[in-house]
């Protein structure tokens, strides 16, 4: 490659140079995923802060190498690797081979799935697979959706639609009111653990500030049936409007998965759109053994799906699909120089909140095409039983309390100090010591107001030995915060209780 390659943009004759750069940056970052033993590096905010910051924009190296060796050295030998067994803190996944190399396929073409005339089969290829998944929801023939880059987005997308159709209803009532009006009287019902996405999708939509309603979960942290149907009663008794209920399949701490027979036979029974957030939890329309949790999804009006979760696609894809193809015409918009009204192709853009749009179809479709939806499903099950396992170890290991059974992957519990001490007060130092090692990661979160850690587990190549060293070095932090002992910490130097506040935080 020339160090100053007199065309930087590819073409038909810079072919040579993509290919040489394209090896070069893949080898660059294979030999870093090679190597890595350990979640991250240990350099703190402050040192990685600097050493960007030194960096000026404005005076390029001039030589891809170079810009790549500091890119290198800047980002990757820092980076978060999510195909290691400890790194277990987020809903972040191993990715499948295949999707990596369908992100460089469609980078390379740069095509914007927003138009037929930028995009061609690229528009049939998402179209079709958009009409699959929603056969594997059960919904009938004809349902349709769009990609989106996450669940925030595909849910938006979802309440979107459904307030527009709650507004289109009351719009043919007699005396009919302003729309303003209406809309102030829309609700939407949602679980106490459901994402915060559909509070922002609310927000973003012009509903009121009290228009998400809380209803109660049970002990499982599931929506409760009976509570659902009281408060749709009491919306409609106080002359609002139940525009729609968000179901969970698989809630972001427990993995819980909301009744959703019964949450769809309620929405039947007052003619409220269900919308189920599978961002989580979609992947298990894939396993023959845990499809059986989703029974009552092929019932929804719209469903979320993340496929950079548990489809083991690399971020960003998303999706929501929809039951009926017309509720779709809420998003359509129409602009001379895109999409003429006449225009015979389907356009995207006539069913998406977003223009440009990347193909992130591909991924999915090449990693259907390469393995098979059946592999997918297996390596979900085999994260699901993980989850079960390591469980089990916790609950019989005296080191630590067992929250709840694991509904999905994820697993809550909290160090038991050996005095018999207060647990909650060293969540956090824990979790920070164990990130501040770099060996491991293990997230925090709270459960009826009290913290605890979380494993989130997505990695089908871990093993109930991997998490029980992570337990170990979780509970050597535990003594080590909270001055139970003097062992050595997760690095393996003797510990310095002297940098403990008195609240447990490592200053």
Request: charged fraction near 20%; include cysteine; proline fraction near 6%.
């Amino acid at each position: 490659m020339t160090a100053h390659p007199a065309d930087p943009l590819l073409s038909s004759t810079t072919v040579p140079e993509l290919m040489a750069a394209v090896s070069a940056a893949t080898a660059t970052g294979a030999a870093r995923l090679a190597e890595a033993t350990d979640s991250h590096s240990t350099a703190t905010y402050d040192d990685l802060r600097r050493s960007i910051e030194s960096v000026s924009l404005d005076h390029p190296l001039g030589d891809f190498e170079a810009a790549l060796d500091e890119v290198d050295n800047l980002w990757l030998s820092h980076a978060v690797w999510f195909h290691l067994p400890r790194t277990a803190a987020h809903l972040n996944c191993p990715v499948a081979v295949p999707a990596v190399a369908a992100e460089a396929l469609a980078a390379t073409v740069n095509t914007s799935v927003d138009t037929w005339d930028q995009s061609t089969a690229a528009t049939l290829i998402e179209r079709q697979l958009l009409a699959w998944t929603g056969r594997q929801i059960g919904f009938p023939e004809g349902a349709d959706g769009m990609f989106t880059p996450g669940g925030t987005t595909s849910t938006l997308q979802a309440l979107l639609l459904a307030r527009d159709e709650a507004l289109e209803r009351s719009a043919g009532s007699p005396g009919a009111e302003p729309r303003p009006v209406r809309a102030a009287r829309l609700r939407i019902l949602a679980s106490a653990e459901s994402h915060f996405s559909v509070v922002t999708a609310a927000r973003i939509l012009g509903l009121d500030d009290d228009a998400v309603v809380i209803v109660p979960v049970d002990e499982d942290g599931r929506m409760r049936p009976r509570d659902l149907r009281a408060a749709l009663c009491e919306i409609e008794r106080q002359d609002l409007t139940p525009m729609a209920v968000v179901a969970t399949a698989g809630t972001t701490d427990r993995g819980a998965i909301d009744p959703l027979s019964s949450v769809a036979f309620a929405c039947q029974e007052h003619g409220v759109w269900l919308h189920v957030d599978a961002a989580y939890g979609g992947g298990l329309l894939t396993s023959h053994r845990h499809r059986h949790r989703l029974i009552g999804i092929e019932m929804a009006d719209s469903v979320t799906v993340d496929f950079h979760k548990t489809w083991f696609q690399p971020v960003s894809c998303s999706a929501v699909i929809v039951r009926d193809p017309r509720t779709l015409r809420h998003c359509t918009h129409h602009a001379a120089y895109l999409n003429p009204a006449d225009t015979p192709e389907p356009n995207q853009i006539d069913r998406s909140l977003q223009t440009t749009r990347r193909f992130d179809a591909l991924k999915v479709w090449l990693t259907l095409r390469s393995v098979g939806a059946d592999r997918i499903g297996d390596m979900l099950d085999t994260v699901v039983d993980l989850a079960a396992e390591v469980a089990d170890l916790i609950g019989e290991d005296p080191r630590f309390e067992l929250i709840c059974t694991p509904s999905i992957s994820t697993v809550l519990f909290r160090w038991s100090p050996p005095d018999g001490g207060e647990a909650d007060r060293w969540t956090r130092a824990i979790r920070r010591r164990i990130w501040d090692s770099g060996q491991s990661t293990v997230a925090e979160t709270e459960i009826d107001g009290r913290p605890c850690l979380k494993f989130t587990l997505l990695n089908p190549a871990a093993t109930a030995e991997d998490l029980r060293v992570l337990l170990d070095q979780i509970h050597e932090a535990g003594l080590t915060v909270s001055g139970a002992g003097a062992p050595a910490d997760v690095n393996g130097a003797a510990a310095d209780s002297s940098v403990i506040t008195s609240a447990g935080v490592i200053a």
